[in-house]
């Protein structure tokens, strides 16, 4: 257990507006992501952080943009939400050094529906 | 690019019933491969994980088996509980990257009582 929260957990908005998830870490991870979840698609990473202020593109990273200006926090907003970012966001953690492919440790999720 | 398949759900089991869940992988490199086990309204957790050919990794009953030459990472158990119900991904991790992982889309079991 590397101690993530999310907030929120639930969230319904409307189309067009900002949203941001936040995930917090107690255990000062260096790495940190954000998944979503879709039928179909199992898990998709949207983006990931290897450090403080720095972040990198997941494969379908398109209408997202994350910040991390602490260890124990990284962002996800989504800029102007749409119905097709209706999803489950997951975070997720990993240290590497206990070894090259250490698990990641999730979150409990962040059901969004945009309307 | 990586990819990973998992067989398509639902699975449904009678209590006791013996458990696969086929995977394969298409990887560049020589990965590394997990399962991780997400039960109702959680996030995912790891059931097991293997790190080279002929690994076996074992948790819970759980088990699979690294196969290098079929690209392969079966999950099995040999006697499912009601408590196993849940979605399980077939996961791979490739050295060098920043831990990103390649999941497979999910097979949800559900073992009927």
């Known amino acids: 257990d590397a101690g993530i929260t999310q907030s929120p957990r639930h969230k319904v908005t409307e189309t067009g507006t900002p949203v941001t998830l936040r995930c917090h870490q107690t255990?000062?991870?260096?790495?940190m992501y954000w998944y979503r979840q879709d039928p179909g698609h199992g898990l998709r990473l949207i983006h990931y952080?290897?450090?403080?202020?720095?972040?990198d593109k997941g494969e379908v990273s398109d209408g997202y943009s994350v910040s991390r200006s602490k260890t124990e926090d990284f962002l996800l907003t989504l800029e102007s939400a749409t119905s097709s970012q209706t999803s489950v966001y997951f975070c997720?953690?990993?240290?590497?050094?206990?070894?090259?492919?250490?698990?990641?440790?999730f979150g409990p999720g962040t059901r969004l529906t945009v309307l | 690019g990586d990819s990973v398949t998992q067989m398509e759900g639902p699975v449904t089991l009678s209590e006791e019933a013996f458990l696969t869940i086929n995977c394969t992988y298409t990887?560049?490199?020589?990965?590394?491969l997990f399962w991780y086990v997400q039960y109702p309204g959680e996030g995912l957790q790891l059931l097991l994980k293997?790190?080279?050919?002929?690994d076996k990794g074992s948790n819970k009953g759980f088990e699979a088996t690294y196969r290098k030459e079929t690209t392969s990472f079966h999950l099995e158990k040999g006697s499912v509980q009601v408590s196993d119900s849940a979605v399980y991904f077939c996961a791979l991790i490739l050295a060098g990257g920043y831990q990103k992982v390649t999941f497979g889309t999910g097979t949800k079991l559900q073992v009927i009582p």
């Open positions: 293997a790190t080279k050919a002929d």
């Open positions: 997720a953690n990993t240290e590497i050094a206990g070894g090259p492919h250490n698990e990641q440790f």
């Open positions: 255990e000062n991870h260096r790495y």
């Open positions: 952080s290897y450090g403080v202020k720095d972040t």
């Open positions: 990887a560049t490199g020589y990965p590394s």
